[in-house]
């Protein structure tokens, strides 16, 4: 594989301004990934590595769908093994946690209640745009879209994937409601599907997709009503309002953020998951409540003074020490 990378890139890609992204599942080893993405042997730019989105899959289960679940510090753990493992290599790194595969970030991570999913959605930018690396967004991850409803069935999936998993536990156990229920919540989470429901561009028929049913490969996610672009774009508090906000600021503290190193505190902690930033003197401290209640987070720990700069939740000045449910705040250390 080495070798053929190289020689596509001496061939083909060095003779143009273009980068390239690829994917490495199954190569859970930080060394080997750097073989791949080192700018002194030019085979590949970066690669997306799949542990954030394999969270929770039971290892050695047949297939994705033998869903266990995960903790907080799991979740911690895998953030920190690929935010690190490049530290002072020729290598690079992505930000990602959703893309065509996938259940959505806000179903699959913290919370797509009504009452908490527009807040769900602004940690999780306020996450994604403090980490370092190449940031991708997903279509729909901007304005905070959520996996496929609850009373949705098979028979409303298109992903062969997905329908082949459930029938096969259908066979295995002679239709065991048990089995299947247990099956279909694992589709519902983590289901290519999730992903792949048409863009809600507004709340019109077929959410502005298309103007007629034939016109999209599956069924528009019901959510569209309250979850599209249209309900975003000037509205001073969505979601879609606060990822252009977290995608400026990523920008204008580019050193810390995208190019800065990574250091977590308190990894074992199941509720907050608080890090820091740094880079050539600059610090970012960055805290995130994974919670619906009220957490405690150690402020005063750090050493030197904290600038409030950005959090997800409207009138907070971030001079406090409790995280309301799925706040998130990031600091500058001055």
Not at 58 to 67: A, F, I, L, Q, S
Not at 229 to 236: F, G, I, Y
Request: glycine share 8%.
């Amino acid at each position: 594989m080495h070798e053929f990378l190289r020689e596509m890139n001496a061939e083909v890609l060095n003779k143009y301004d273009a980068f390239t992204v690829g994917e490495l599942p199954h190569t859970p080893d930080p060394n080997h990934v750097l073989r791949y993405i080192s700018s002194e042997d030019k085979q590949m730019s970066m690669v997306f590595q799949f542990d954030i989105v394999d969270l929770g899959i039971r290892k050695g289960g047949v297939d994705k769908y033998d869903y266990d679940g995960f903790t907080l510090p799991q979740f911690k753990a895998v953030v920190e093994r690929w935010q690190t493992f490049h530290d002072d290599t020729a290598g690079w790194t992505t930000a990602f946690c959703e893309n065509h595969d996938q259940g959505r970030s806000v179903s699959r991570y913290a919370n797509d209640s009504p009452e908490w999913r527009e807040r769900s959605a602004k940690l999780l930018a306020l996450f994604l745009c403090s980490k370092n690396g190449t940031l991708f967004l997903y279509q729909g991850q901007e304005i905070g879209m959520i996996n496929i409803p609850e009373d949705w069935t098979i028979d409303d999936c298109q992903d062969v994937e997905g329908i082949g998993a459930y029938n096969a536990v259908a066979k295995k156990t002679n239709n065991d409601p048990k089995a299947l229920a247990k099956t279909w919540e694992a589709i519902r989470l983590v289901g290519r599907d999730n992903a792949r429901t048409p863009m809600q561009w507004d709340d019109t028929a077929f959410a502005g997709f298309t103007d007629n049913e034939k016109g999209a490969w599956m069924r528009v996610n019901d959510t569209y009503k309250t979850i599209n672009v249209a309900s975003q774009v000037d509205r001073a508090d969505s979601p879609l309002t606060f990822w252009k906000q977290m995608l400026r600021l990523r920008k204008e503290y580019r050193d810390i953020f995208i190019h800065g190193y990574f250091e977590g505190t308190d990894m074992e902690n199941e509720h907050t998951f608080v890090f820091t930033k740094y880079y050539k003197g600059k610090r970012a401290v960055v805290a995130l409540n994974f919670t619906a209640e009220e957490r405690k987070w150690h402020k005063d720990s750090f050493e030197g003074s904290l600038k409030f700069l950005v959090g997800n939740v409207d009138g907070v000045d971030g001079s406090g020490d409790i995280l309301a449910g799925y706040e998130g705040r990031i600091y500058l250390v001055e």
